[in-house]
């Protein structure tokens, strides 16, 4: 039998209900009762590192979770991480940066209703999640509602559906139905895990909508050391008839501020050179781009790459690298 390592942070599938709502309160070998036929699957040990909603996780906990799996790498066949939801995406998206190239499954899951809860998610979701963390899956990813989802594609996509997660960009990597997990393609790679056990939080971002005044980018930037803004279509920002917005970001970059722009729309990536604007500002202030990542993952690789970067040039060269 395999040896999984099963890592509790909180989250809703750990919840119940108290006077104050829903708070997370079932630890992981309470989870763990809830689903005797696991123990036919694998042989399982678990952490309980966090009683968190996960709206309280922040990068401190996912280095946690990182520094937890690299400690127990070589004795476990897989690891599986119980989180919330509502910044699983994010969990997922960190850990793929603080572990790159795992040849063992690193798996993340929640629910969208506590274990015990009438008709609730979590008991198969958290079976799906055991039935990868024995399968040949490698690397971060994101198991629920039956889809398994590279941890660097997911996104959190409705707040009550049990099917609440979906793969940008691409596909799922596969699926559990029924205990048996397929894959949509076999990855032969074979590679040696890296672990890093950093994150800096001087990430700041920006939604822009119609008529939004530039100085709020100042505002943005005060704590910051890289800008990511939130465009329109591939990556656009307005130009007012005066280039109040192109001025700005001018100012920013030339006080050291680095910034990224991303696209507010889920599909398609950003490409700023497909309009004028956004061309000519690209080239004059070496405007970064997102590219086709997700938001969350955007975010938390310009953490993962501040933190280990001593110039512009060690940022940018840590961002557009492929993990």
Same mark, same amino acid.
């Given at each position: 039998?395999?040896?999984?390592?099963?890592?509790?942070?909180?989250?809703?599938?750990?919840?119940?209900?108290?006077?104050h709502g829903l708070t997370p309160k079932m630890d992981g070998e309470q989870l763990l009762a809830a689903l005797p036929k696991i123990s036919e699957l694998c042989n399982v040990a678990v952490v309980q590192l966090f009683e968190l909603d996960s709206t309280n996780m922040t990068?401190?906990?996912?280095?946690?979770?990182?520094?937890?799996?690299?400690?127990?790498?070589?004795?476990?066949?897989?690891? /599986?991480? #119980?989180?919330?939801? +509502?910044? *699983?995406?994010? $969990? !997922?998206?960190?850990?793929?940066? &603080? @572990?790159?190239?795992?040849?063992?499954?690193?798996?993340?899951?929640?629910?969208?209703?506590?274990?015990?809860?009438?008709s609730s998610d979590a008991p198969q979701n958290l079976y799906d999640a055991f039935c990868a963390a024995c399968s040949e899956i490698k690397g971060v990813?994101?198991?629920?509602?039956?889809?398994?989802?590279?941890?660097?594609?997911?996104?959190?996509?409705?707040?009550?559906?049990?099917?609440?997660?979906?793969?940008?960009?691409?596909?799922?990597?596969?699926?559990?139905?029924?205990?048996?997990?397929?894959?949509?393609?076999?990855?032969?790679?074979?590679?040696?895990?890296?672990?890093?056990?950093?994150?800096?939080?001087?990430?700041?971002?920006?939604?822009? /909508?119609? #008529?939004?005044?530039? +100085?709020? *980018?100042?505002? $943005? !930037?005060?704590?910051?050391?890289? &800008? @990511?803004?939130?465009?329109?279509?591939?990556?656009?920002?307005?130009?007012?008839?005066?280039?109040?917005?192109?001025?700005?970001?001018?100012?920013?970059?030339?006080?050291?501020?680095?910034?990224?722009?991303?696209?507010?729309?889920?599909?398609?990536?950003?490409?700023?050179?497909?309009?004028?604007?956004?061309?000519?500002?690209?080239?004059?202030?070496?405007?970064?781009?997102?590219?086709?990542?997700?938001?969350?993952?955007?975010?938390?690789?310009?953490?993962?790459?501040?933190?280990?970067?001593?110039?512009?040039?060690?940022?940018?060269?840590?961002?557009?690298?492929?993990?």
């Amino acid at each position: 039998m395999k040896k999984i390592l099963f890592i509790a942070t909180g989250g809703t599938i750990a919840c119940k209900s108290t006077e104050h709502g829903l708070t997370p309160k079932m630890d992981g070998e309470q989870l763990l009762a809830a689903l005797p036929k696991i123990s036919e699957l694998c042989n399982v040990a678990v952490v309980q590192l966090f009683e968190l909603d996960s709206t309280n996780m922040t990068p401190n906990e996912w280095t946690k979770i990182a520094e937890v799996i690299q400690q127990g790498y070589s004795d476990y066949d897989g690891f /599986i991480v #119980a989180h919330g939801t +509502d910044t *699983l995406a994010y $969990a !997922a998206a960190a850990l793929s940066c &603080l @572990i790159q190239g795992a040849d063992k499954p690193i798996i993340l899951t929640g629910s969208q209703y506590p274990m015990g809860a009438d008709s609730s998610d979590a008991p198969q979701n958290l079976y799906d999640a055991f039935c990868a963390a024995c399968s040949e899956i490698k690397g971060v990813a994101v198991v629920f509602c039956g889809k398994i989802i590279d941890g660097r594609c997911a996104k959190k996509t409705h707040t009550r559906a049990l099917d609440a997660f979906s793969s940008m960009g691409k596909p799922p990597i596969g699926e559990v139905k029924n205990g048996v997990v397929t894959l949509s393609c076999e990855d032969s790679t074979d590679t040696v895990p890296i672990f890093f056990n950093r994150m800096s939080t001087g990430v700041s971002l920006v939604k822009l /909508i119609p #008529a939004l005044d530039p +100085d709020i *980018l100042d505002f $943005a !930037a005060q704590k910051s050391h890289v &800008l @990511i803004i939130e465009g329109f279509g591939t990556g656009g920002f307005p130009d007012y008839g005066n280039k109040e917005f192109e001025q700005k970001i001018a100012e920013l970059v030339l006080s050291g501020i680095i910034v990224i722009m991303h696209t507010q729309v889920h599909e398609g990536g950003c490409d700023m050179s497909l309009y004028e604007v956004g061309r000519d500002a690209q080239k004059k202030y070496h405007i970064l781009e997102a590219s086709r990542m997700t938001t969350e993952m955007a975010v938390m690789k310009a953490m993962w790459a501040l933190a280990y970067s001593y110039s512009r040039d060690d940022f940018e060269d840590l961002f557009t690298r492929t993990i």
